[in-house]
């Protein structure tokens, strides 16, 4: 297949989109779940050890996600055959999806509206994980109280 018409592009992005918006949830509600079970009192040195072990662990998580969401976009780009390699379809994907795109690497004519897809997936992911650690951070009073 060398081209799409713009209805399987649109097709491919909107499925793609739900179904990494749906993994990153599972992955965001999964840690919230965990958060809330185990988010106890502890105060001195105990406090910040434990705090810096939750962050570590929370973004290690959904960095986690975002990979997975990073191979269903190249397994999609090796399902049309796109891409000749999982490397290049990975390399593009993760370019795309963090919104770097380097562009020495570009989807073939007729399937371009994909990369943008991409990105904007990407993007509204990586904010949903960035609001999600504030929240956390907020919640573990990091910085301290006000008084």
């Not at 990073?70 to 390699?85: A, K, P, Q, V, Y």
């Not at 907020?138 to 008084?147: I, V, W």
């Amino acid at each position: 297949m060398t081209g799409a018409d713009l209805h399987l592009q649109l097709l491919t992005s909107a499925v793609l989109i739900a179904a990494t918006t749906f993994v990153h949830g599972v992955f965001v509600a999964a840690a919230a779940a965990v958060f809330r079970a185990t988010t106890q009192q502890a105060h001195g040195s105990i406090r910040f050890v434990r705090d810096s072990i939750v962050l570590v662990l929370l973004v290690s998580w959904l960095m986690i996600a975002h990979a997975i969401e990073i191979w269903m976009w190249s397994l999609t780009f090796l399902h049309f055959e796109l891409f000749d390699n999982l490397e290049t379809a990975l390399y593009f994907s993760a370019s795309s999806y963090t919104t770097l795109g380097f562009g020495d690497v570009l989807l073939p004519e007729g399937w371009r509206l994909l990369a943008g897809a991409t990105a904007a997936n990407g993007f509204l992911l990586f904010g949903l994980s960035a609001a999600f650690l504030f929240d956390a951070a907020r919640q573990l009073h990091l910085g301290g109280t006000r008084n």
